[in-house]
């Protein structure tokens, strides 16, 4: 019969039918190597992952000790990391000073840090939905609340998930500028004014610089004021007079309505 329980090294967390959670071992003694032979590294990767997206209990100690070390702006080498460990008392629950000395061994250079951070961070991402879907299972089981309240539960559940998923950490500011430099190239070479796409409306471009990637706009006014064709056109516009895809969705009207 399948049992829930936790396995050793992994902070106690259960997991379902006594299969190994999803982990990638190699790849945390990697990042944590990589910021104990280059310190600065660690800024590529505080961003990515947090101390609890490490699978082994070990590592979390490691790598929470090195973000205090970061907080106080201070080195991050073996030597510092021992006496922060030891002043936390989590030296010896980590392995001790040999098995910080022996992370090191596993990488040159901390080069390919940020993929592995992100490893790292992919496998913390499956075991938390594993352990959500298996809440959401067991909660449905109880039938202790209504369907609502499990249905908003289990929304809320999956959507701080996929947040954090989608947080970006630092940007280098070099190929940004170059894409803006671009840009600014393309809106005089085209005299049009706009440095997105256009929507057809000249001074509406003119105001908002034309429609630009990664801008919510909210087109608002009171029922049967022209919204949904307004859009159309726009859509229109993008479609036959500049040759791009672009998909409608609409929650009123069908397709053959919009058509």
Do not use: C
Not at 118 to 131: D, Y
Not at 190 to 199: D, E, V
């Amino acid at each position: 019969m399948a049992t829930q329980q936790g396995r050793p090294g992994t902070g106690g967390r259960a997991q379902s039918f006594d299969r190994v959670p999803p982990q990638a071992l190699d790849a945390e003694t990697s990042v944590l190597g990589a910021v104990l032979v280059e310190g600065d590294s660690i800024a590529r990767v505080i961003e990515l992952i947090p101390a609890e997206a490490f699978y082994r209990d070990a590592h979390r100690l490691i790598y929470a000790a090195m973000l205090n070390l970061y907080e106080k702006s201070e080195v991050i080498d073996v030597i510092t990391l021992s006496a922060e460990m030891e002043h936390l008392g989590s030296l010896e629950k980590a392995g001790g000073r040999f098995y910080l000395a022996s992370l090191m061994d596993q990488v040159a250079t901390a080069a390919h840090v940020t993929y592995h951070a992100n490893l790292v961070k992919e496998k913390w991402i499956r075991r938390r939905l594993i352990r959500t879907g298996t809440e959401i299972v067991q909660k449905s089981y109880d039938d202790a609340d209504e369907v609502e309240v499990l249905l908003d539960g289990a929304e809320q559940s999956i959507f701080e998930i996929s947040e954090q998923r989608l947080s970006q950490g630092f940007f280098r500011v070099r190929p940004v500028v170059k894409e803006v430099f671009k840009q600014v190239q393309e809106l005089h070479k085209g005299g049009t004014g706009a440095l997105g796409l256009s929507s057809g409306f000249r001074d509406l471009d003119t105001k908002l610089s034309g429609l630009q990637g990664g801008d919510l706009l909210i087109i608002a006014g009171r029922p049967s004021m022209g919204k949904t064709a307004f859009a159309l056109n726009v859509t229109s516009n993008i479609a036959v007079h500049q040759n791009k895809q672009v998909g409608f969705f609409s929650l009123e009207m069908s397709k053959e309505q919009l058509v």
